[in-house]
């Protein structure tokens, strides 16, 4: 089985980690993992930005890159549902794009979903000694459905205790372009987050969007709360839990 | 009521700053949100189904919205009552007052109507010498505090507190100052009874207008609805051309979505049905009855891509959830409607220039679309504004050429590796060795209440790279 693995540009710039825990994840299970050398960006932030034509080209560009392939997993809900749901809305006015788009949507996976319901992966590397908090970022939850299978595979990390915090599903306040355009109110959503990650006090707060992770760790770290770790699912499934492998 | 969209920056900045206000809105969310969980989860059977049917009642109604408003109009007639349209605001109030000349009148007691909002139809009232009262608890303590503009579609005053309106009830009643509710509302009800039986007019909204029988549906939980449209001579019903449903068995399927999204309620506490006028046999009702139907930019809509948005029933389930609102409130959004709702209503009825920040004040969590009873895609529409700005060179030139710039590079690999390789030194140097970045300097907006998490070092690219040259 062929799997591409879309990086995702936060992973690729900020925190190559994910993408690393990602690659040994797919490994572990049996994929035979391809990096596509010239991916760069889904063109979410473009469609979200209203920039339509932008979105559509770097639509043609990423299926371009990735339809050869069994299957496509991102470790980011948000890509994921991009690809999934919007390249074939994007690219309707164009048949043939547009039967591409649908071919690659139908191969699109979130990480965790991929791992649970497509190859129903049973055991994990990941060993995590202590408690964490699972935050479900909007485009997994509400776009794909997202829910049941990172909690799922975290209960099977050895030494990990899942702690359901408070509206578990409230938005963290990120949304891309927005936490920059209106900070005052992204920082206000994100501090009502963070403070029901440490309502329930758990070591470390997991989520599957980098976007939302960064939103939720510069907060907790502006508040002085230097304790809570915040770690994509990737990383503690694969057990380097925030370290480059 | 004239916007103040375009100050949604600001005024946003102001209810954040404001620990009374943000104390309210913790409290209003609990309230609101809890309790229609609720009662979702307490419903008999599938809410999603029902939600299905709502938002087929109304798809029905809204692609042959002339059908139904011809046919209303038709029955509403036969029963004795007048149809009037009017095409926007100046027309409702141009209506009323010729009803209220007509009929002599220099006192109207209202309920809540969102579109006389919509029209600045009080103010017009009172310019010519008609006195207007609300009776609705929220829109009377709004109007005594010197015609606040409402910050909620069903709780006109969720901004104020306790202790503000038992200074304001003491002030304007002059009596003692009461601060336990049951007494404020007495005190209301003391005061508005009077008011009640000297108006020679009513003026309402109307929830739904119902087709076949040519029936207006208001749905309240304090009763002073069927005060207003049964007491005085003259009934007044000013409602958007949209709220029509087919049948009474429609008006039913609706009526299980409405108050269950709106207050977590299985029903609310007064649900009239108003037909017509007072008959030789009926005990009261009106003997004058007219329906003032609304456009004020709705038709527009039709056949747009912004249709859907004619599915709404008002719930206020979308504001509620939503967690820009739960942090800025109502006035921010500066227009008649606030919440996900209102920034696609207020963009699209008073102009897309002059409500900028709207469409763009939301992180498309979608939670506002999970709730929505009639299942509005708001997010999406919310979006679909944005790209409508973006067409019609809207947003600033300076946001415009950076997402051209960074598509551009992204569709040329090479060139957008270099800059990731560039930005991410840029962003460590930033850092200085830290695991932080405590001020953004292209992003002030997001170091103002954050840090930015500084990257771990390279790019995954970079490093992937290596790692593959030392396999080889
Ligand atoms: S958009 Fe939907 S949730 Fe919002 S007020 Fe209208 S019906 Fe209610």
Redesign the pocket.
Known sequence: MRVALFVTCLVDLMRPSVGFAALRLLEAAGCEVAVPETQTCCGQPAFSAGERGAAAALARKTIAEFEGFDYVVAPSGSCADHIRHRYPELLADDPAWCARAETLAARTWELTQFLADVLAVDTVAGKYDGSVTYHDSCSGLRGLGIKAQPRRLLGRVAGLTLKEMPEAEACCGFGGAFSVKFGDISAAIAAKKCANVQAVQAGAVVGGDLGCLMNIEGTLRRQGDEATRVLHVAEVLAGSNGKVA | MRSQAMFFQRRAGAALADPQLQKKFAGLKGKFVDSRARAVAAYESDFDELRDAGRDIRDRVVANLDVWLELFEEKATQRGASVLWAKDGREICAHVLAIAQRHGVNKAIKSKSMLSEEAQLNAALSAAGVQPVETDLGEYILQIAGNEPPSH?IAPAAHKDLAEVADLFAATHHTPRKTEIPALTREAREVLREHFLSAGMGISGGNFLIAETGSVALVTNEGNGRMVTTLPKVHVVVTGIEKIVPTLEDFATLMRLLPR??TGQEISNYVSLCTGTKGPADADGPEHTYFVLVDNGRAGLLGSDFQE?L?????????NHCPVYQSVGGHAYGWVYP???GA?LTSLYTGLENALDLPQASTLCNQ?GV????R?P?AELQRKLREQQSERGLRPWSERAALAAWAWVARRPALYALAAKLGVRYLNWLAGGEDRIRVLGLAPGWSTGRDFPAPQGRTFRELYQSRQESKA
Not at chain 2, 311 to 319: D, E, K, L, Q, Y
Not at chain 2, 371 to 374: A, D, G, I, L, Y
């Open positions: 579609i999204s709106a948005m599915r709404c029933i008002r719930c206020g389930a979308c504001m919440g996900p709702m696609v506002c709730v929505c009873p009639v509005i708001l």
